[in-house]
C-alpha cells in the first residue's frame, strides 16, 4: 500500500516539478529506471511467494539501477554503449517476464 | 521474514519508509523520463555513433535523392529536346510542304515577277512559240508561272486547237497572259535576248509583245493534284 502511494506521489512531483534531465544522464536514466522495475516486479513476486525482505529488496533495487547504468556508461566509453544498452534492456526485460509470469500463476493460478 | 503482514498492516518501520522513497523515487524518473522522451529534441541526448548512424541514413538518402535528381532533370531534358526536335521538324516539313506545293501547282505563290502579254489578232502565234516561251521562262529561273488563269507546272502540254492552243485540256484564245514569279529583271532580259521571244513573236504578222516587269505579281490559279498510280517512292 505505502509503495502504491509513494509511486502515485513520485509520478504526480515528476510531472508537477517538469526537472529536465541533466544531459549527461539521460543515456542512463531510462536503463535506471527499467532496472529498477524489474526489482519492483521482483519485490511483489517474492512478497506473494512469502519471502519478501525490506533489505534485499532496498538493496537489490538500488544495485541493480546502479548496475545497469554503470554498464550503460562503461558501454559508453568502450564505445559499445548502443549494443551494451540493448543488451541489458533484453536482460531485463527477460526478467521482468519471468516475475510477471510468476505473479500471474499466483494471482490467477495459471 | 514476513514482509506481506508488514505492508499490510501500514505500520511504518524503517524498511517500509526506504521502500516507500525508493518506489517515490521510481515514480519520480518514471515521469521525468516519459516526459523528457516526449518533450525534448533527440539530438542533445543521443550518443556519438548514434548520431553517427542517423548521419549516415541522412547521407545515404541525400546520395539516393541526388540520384534521382539528376535521373529526372535528364529525363526532362531529353524530353524539352525531344519537344525541341519535333517543332524542328515540323517546321521543316511545313517549308517543304510549301516548296512543293508552289512547285507541283497546288499553292498560290506571290512575288516579284512579271506579265508578258502577246497579243495576236490573226491567229499566227502557235503553240511552239508558247511553248518557247515557257521554256525560256524557265531557263531564266521562273518558279510560278500562270498562262490566262492556268497554272503551267512541269507536266503541263501545250496543243494547237483551231485558233488557239489548249493548255492541259483548257482551249486559250489570244490575247495570252502570262503571270511568272521569278526574277523580274532576269526575266524580263530574257524574253528580250536575240532570237528570244520578242524577238519571234515580232517578225509573225500582225502578233505583238509586252513585256511588263513588277516588283509584285500573284499567281493564284491552281491545280488538282493526282496522285501517282504507279510510281512510288523509292529508296535509289
Known amino acids: ?110 | 521474514m514476513s514482509g506481506a503482514p508488514d505492508l499490510v498492516r501500514l505500520r511504518p518501520t524503517r524498511g517500509t519508509v526506504l521502500i516507500g522513497i525508493l518506489a517515490g523515487v521510481l515514480g519520480f524518473a518514471l515521469a521525468v523520463q516519459v516526459r523528457s522522451q516526449q518533450e525534448t529534441d533527440v539530438f542533445p541526448a543521443a550518443r556519438q555513433e548514434d548520431l553517427v548512424r542517423i548521419l549516415d541514413d541522412l547521407s545515404a538518402r541525400e546520395d539516393r535523392l541526388r540520384l534521382e535528381i539528376d535521373e529526372l532533370e535528364r529525363t526532362r531534358d531529353r524530353l524539352s529536346g525531344d519537344v525541341g526536335q519535333e517543332s524542328v521538324a515540323l517546321d521543316e516539313a511545313r517549308r517543304r510542304a510549301e516548296m512543293l506545293g508552289i512547285l507541283a501547282g497546288t499553292l498560290p505563290a506571290a512575288g516579284p515577277g512579271l506579265r508578258l502579254t502577246i497579243e495576236d489578232p490573226a491567229g499566227t502565234v502557235t503553240a511552239e512559240v508558247l511553248l518557247d516561251a515557257i521554256q525560256e521562262l524557265r531557263d531564266a529561273g521562273a518558279e510560278a508561272m500562270m498562262l490566262n488563269g492556268v497554272r503551267i507546272v512541269a507536266s503541263s502540254h501545250l496543243v494547237r486547237e483551231g485558233r488557239g492552243v489548249a493548255l492541259d485540256g483548257t482551249t486559250l484564245t489570244a490575247p495570252y497572259r502570262f503571270t511568272v514569279v521569278g526574277e523580274s529583271q532576269t526575266l524580263a532580259e530574257a524574253m528580250g535576248i536575240p532570237g528570244g521571244v520578242v524577238d519571234v513573236v515580232a517578225s509573225l504578222a500582225d502578233a505583238r509583245v509586252v513585256v511588263d516587269p513588277r516588283p509584285r505579281v500573284v499567281v493564284d490559279a491552281l491545280r488538282q493534284l493526282r496522285p501517282p498510280v504507279y510510281a512510288r517512292p523509292s529508296e535509289r
Open chain 1, 1 to 110: 500500500m505505502i509503495p502504491a502511494v509513494a509511486l502515485a506521489i513520485g509520478v504526480a512531483l515528476g510531472l508537477l516539478v517538469q526537472p529536465s534531465v541533466p544531459i549527461a544522464l539521460q543515456p542512463y536514466l531510462p536503463i535506471a529506471v527499467v532496472a529498477a522495475l524489474d526489482a519492483v516486479f521482483g519485490g511483489v513476486r517474492a512478497m506473494l511467494d512469502g519471502i519478501f525482505d525490506d533489505r534485499v529488496f532496498v538493496v537489490s533495487f538500488v544495485s541493480n539501477a546502479v548496475v545497469a547504468a554503470v554498464m550503460v556508461f562503461v558501454g559508453d566509453q568502450l564505445g559499445v554503449g548502443g549494443q551494451l544498452s540493448t543488451a541489458v534492456i533484453v536482460v531485463l526485460g527477460i526478467r521482468i517476464f519471468q516475475n510477471l509470469a510468476a505473479i500471474r500463476r499466483h494471482l490467477f493460478r495459471a
